[in-house]
């Protein structure tokens, strides 16, 4: 495998635009000939299939949940990160390029990450004339405010749902394009393969999950919007049904797998409260602009928050970071939090959790601007804690978010298959080893509006004379009746233990060995450990039903056997890499005061890993990444 990551030449600040002036075109009499397949409806695959359409592509879009507007992007919070400088404080493209890069510790690519902070601003513009309600001024002007990681106010918001409110703004384009009949829209679909033919994606396998039937797609191009894979843990903020199927499926097809190991903790979530939890609640990073973090300064102190005085608490983000406090990365809060509870500082029942206070602010404010900025988000607390944090401060923990990794891409967002594309984040391109916050929103609007429209037409001017491939074609055939049979496999054993219950435990290894830390001997540990549940899965698993109707433990059952092989995958990516850098931790290399301690000399690089077969371990290649405008520096934020 040769990655080449087709980087422009020229100055950083002119690529993108050199790009776009010489890039080549399809013609519109050309374009209503091919068809493009899009898999996924959050913000990134939802934004590009109504830009393909409106572009006059021909588009066939999927998602397994009942509506597109059922993405897991909804879900998101706090805000979009864009370099628009509203509060004239010094923000600029160059400030949002450089904060990325230093946000993710120096292990992303510096062209994709330019292009992102240079095109950031069109989104907000492309999301206010959608009708997206945006937070504004008493004046009119849009509201901006701070995010971890920067010292600038860039965030846009629509309270705590600004990716409810951005999705619907893209799920009413595609609408629109679903309704001019240019976009035919499969609701209920789940992709099962990919379909190579002479090398270069042609198509995908899917399965209807009301009725069971399985179905062959043709494609000139094929694009993954199909989001992360935090779901391997188990327990994480993202939706239940969040998969890595379709990624894992063109990984086995041929596209490198990237940086698996860089998963992101989140820093303020509602904390674990028993074993009967499938996932976890997600407060916004936003309630770091007006919340301080603390703990008692007295071990095990048992007393109730509002008992406690203010000389007896530590702001411990302010004491470390005097610079950035409370708004420091997510990596750099996520592990100070796990610090003070390690040490027996931590508060609630389990001593897992910290609290987020907003005392000082609604003193400063009045409880009716915080109340204006946070309501729901307070609300959504009250409600499944049963505290009310105007009064009692939040209890919150670290827990497994965002995934940085992802299928392997070039500067046109294609993976190492020919026509197979990977968008949002699906793909591993722009947050190197922790994503700022907002960004996430940032890229996915990004990818599908503004840069994918431009980069898919360099590969299809060169194919406009291919002809539509039947689905009787025999690489359709194989890869469906593959499909049907590893379904069959799952069914037909007859085990005695649920689909639940094998993920709960992979979730936990998972979670102990390359969760916030992780280490030589328990990396490989676990490898074998996964080996071994992976082996008992497949013996012992009880799948009921068949496949021929309705069956979502089937669905789950697929979920959960890819979750096995990507969770050594992630194993073997952390091992390999003998650094701490962003949100992966190695406890042999941190500095004298617990900090990430990079080893910029070896691992400058992108990993990139290539499917072997069953029998064989996937080999490692290296993309080096270039820094030729930041100077990688030990990260500091004190």
Not at 526 to 548: M, Q, T, W
Not at 570 to 582: F, K, P, T, V
Not at 600 to 609: G, L, Q, R
Request: glycine share 10%; with cysteine.
């Amino acid at each position: 495998m040769i990655l080449n990551n087709n980087i422009p030449e020229g100055p950083l600040a002119e690529k993108w635009t050199n790009y776009k002036s010489q890039v080549p075109l399809v013609s519109p009499s050309n374009k209503r000939n091919i068809q493009v397949l899009v898999v996924g409806t959050g913000l990134a695959g939802a934004s590009a299939s109504a830009s393909l359409a409106e572009m006059g592509y021909k588009v066939k879009t999927f998602c397994f949940q009942d509506s597109p507007r059922r993405a897991h992007s909804i879900a998101a919070q706090g805000g979009i990160n864009a370099a628009k400088n509203y509060q004239n404080d010094g923000d600029s493209v160059y400030r949002l390029f450089y904060d990325t890069i230093k946000g993710g510790d120096y292990r992303s690519r510096e062209a994709n990450v330019y292009r992102l902070a240079e095109v950031s601003a069109n989104i907000i513009d492309q999301c206010v004339a959608q009708g997206v309600p945006f937070a504004r001024e008493y004046g009119g002007t849009l509201d901006n405010r701070s995010f971890g990681g920067v010292q600038v106010s860039r965030t846009f918001y629509a309270r705590g749902q600004t990716g409810q409110q951005l999705l619907l703004g893209a799920y009413g384009a595609l609408s629109r394009q679903i309704y001019k009949g240019n976009v035919q829209m499969f609701n209920r679909h789940e992709m099962l393969d990919i379909v190579k033919i002479d090398g270069k994606a042609r198509g995908v396998i899917v399965r209807n999950l009301v009725t069971g039937e399985y179905q062959s797609h043709f494609g000139h191009a094929v694009v993954l919007a199909t989001g992360g894979y935090g779901n391997v843990y188990y327990l994480s903020t993202n939706a239940m049904g969040s998969n890595v199927t379709a990624a894992w499926k063109a990984y086995k097809k041929g596209a490198a797998f990237s940086n698996p190991c860089f998963t992101q903790i989140h820093p303020t979530c509602i904390p674990v409260s028993g074993d009967y939890q499938s996932k976890l609640t997600l407060m916004s990073e936003s309630l770091r602009n007006d919340g301080r973090i603390w703990v008692p300064k007295n071990k095990n102190d048992n007393r109730l928050p509002t008992d406690i005085p203010e000389n007896e608490r530590d702001y411990y983000l302010e004491r470390k970071y005097p610079a950035f406090g409370n708004l420091v990365p997510r990596d750099v809060a996520s592990r100070a939090a796990k610090e003070r509870c390690d040490e027996g500082y931590g508060v609630g029942s389990t001593g897992l959790a910290v609290y987020l206070d907003f005392e000082d602010s609604i003193k400063r404010l009045g409880k009716e601007v915080v109340s204006s900025r946070y309501g729901n988000l307070f609300e959504m607390y009250e409600k499944i804690t049963g505290d009310d944090p105007y009064i009692t401060p939040m209890r919150i923990f670290p827990a497994v978010h965002y995934t940085m990794g992802g299928l392997w891409v070039d500067y046109d967002l294609m993976t190492s298959v020919p026509g197979l594309y990977a968008i949002g984040e699906c793909n591993f391109s722009d947050h190197g080893a922790n994503r700022l916050g907002a960004s996430a929103l940032m890229q996915g609007l990004a990818d599908g509006y503004f840069i994918l429209p431009y980069t898919i037409g360099k590969y299809l001017s060169k194919d406009i004379r291919t002809k539509p491939i039947d689905t009787s074609h025999e690489e359709f055939k194989k890869a469906e009746s593959d499909a049907k049979e590893k379904n069959k496999k799952l069914l037909q054993n007859n085990g005695s233990q649920s689909v639940e219950n094998f993920h709960r435990e992979l979730g936990k290894i998972v979670w102990d060995y390359c969760g916030m830390s992780r280490n030589k001997s328990d990396l490989e540990k676990a490898i074998n450990n996964i080996k071994d549940l992976r082996k008992d899965f497949l013996e012992n698993v009880k799948v009921p039903g068949d496949d021929s109707s309705f069956n979502p433990e089937l669905a789950k059952a697929g979920r959960v056997a890819d979750f096995f092989e990507l969770g050594e995958l992630m194993m073997r990516d952390a091992s390999e890499r003998n650094e701490s850098c962003g949100g992966h931790f190695r406890e042999e290399y941190q500095t004298p005061d617990g900090e990430a301690l990079r080893d910029d000399e070896n691992y400058t690089f992108s990993s990139a890993w290539e499917y072997k077969g069953e029998a064989d371990s996937p080999v490692l290649h290296k993309e080096q990444l270039i820094f030729e405008n930041v100077k990688p520096t030990q990260r500091s934020y004190k």
